[in-house]
């Protein structure tokens, strides 16, 4: 990790080894550079430092949603090395074929989607909703290490007049925030996609659980 001078800046690339197509939920390991920059408040950028995969804030409890994301963007840009139709119903294939059918798709997806963003950092964590995430979405088929690039300004001494001057607020705040995420992650130990299906739309522990989700998460 770099520390730059002058301000409080913290810059690290974290690499990521992904199984093939699908998501790698990266929210781990961007805490954990968070944590390890010392600065508590601020704003995250992150960049993914190449052409053919992308991330993407989604959610974090039902799987069914990841898989969903990924039928419909096979939907809209199949992975068979052919661009869309022309005038004549005829697909002809990519002139950017070297490295396999899957990979001028794969090119597509990532510019339909997102090489970067930038995130709030509050108590030293990412400030993302309970049901939310932080995915790398690989675009191709095999596997690879991806990197990315994470940028963190901050202001260590605007965060600490900001503890002592809100210090009830923010503890029931964090307090909140404790029992959601805790709720959220008994919800994600025990989710089952067919759930829904087989219990003829009964109501569910999990059912349950996401109720008391809502209750704590929108006051």
Not at 58 to 86: F, I
Not at 88 to 104: F, I, S, T
Not at 195 to 210: K, M, P, Q, R
């Amino acid at each position: 990790m770099k520390v730059l001078a002058g301000t409080v800046q913290a810059l690290e690339e974290i690499a990521v080894q992904t199984q093939g197509q699908g998501f790698s939920n990266i929210t781990p390991l961007v805490n954990d550079f968070v944590a390890r920059s010392g600065i508590t408040t601020g704003l995250l950028s992150l960049c993914v430092q190449h052409t053919s995969c992308s991330i993407t804030i989604n959610e974090n409890a039902d799987p069914r949603v990841l898989k969903d994301l990924a039928a419909w963007m096979e939907a809209v840009v199949p992975q068979d090395g052919k661009g869309p139709a022309d005038a004549q119903g005829q697909r002809r294939r990519y002139l950017h074929d070297d490295e396999g059918d899957d990979d001028m798709p794969a090119h597509i997806r990532t510019a339909l989607t997102s090489q970067t963003m930038t995130l709030s950092i509050q108590n030293g964590r990412l400030l993302l909703g309970t049901w939310q995430a932080v995915y790398l979405w690989e675009h191709r088929e095999l596997g690879s290490t991806r990197r990315i690039a994470c940028h963190f300004i901050g202001d260590k001494q605007a965060s600490l007049t900001s503890a002592n001057t809100t210090q009830t607020a923010s503890n029931q705040t964090l307090l909140n925030l404790r029992n959601a995420t805790r709720l959220n992650q008994q919800i994600q130990d025990r989710i089952q996609p067919e759930a829904w299906a087989e219990d003829g739309g009964n109501a569910t522990d999990v059912d349950l659980l996401i109720d008391r989700l809502h209750d704590i998460s929108d006051p």
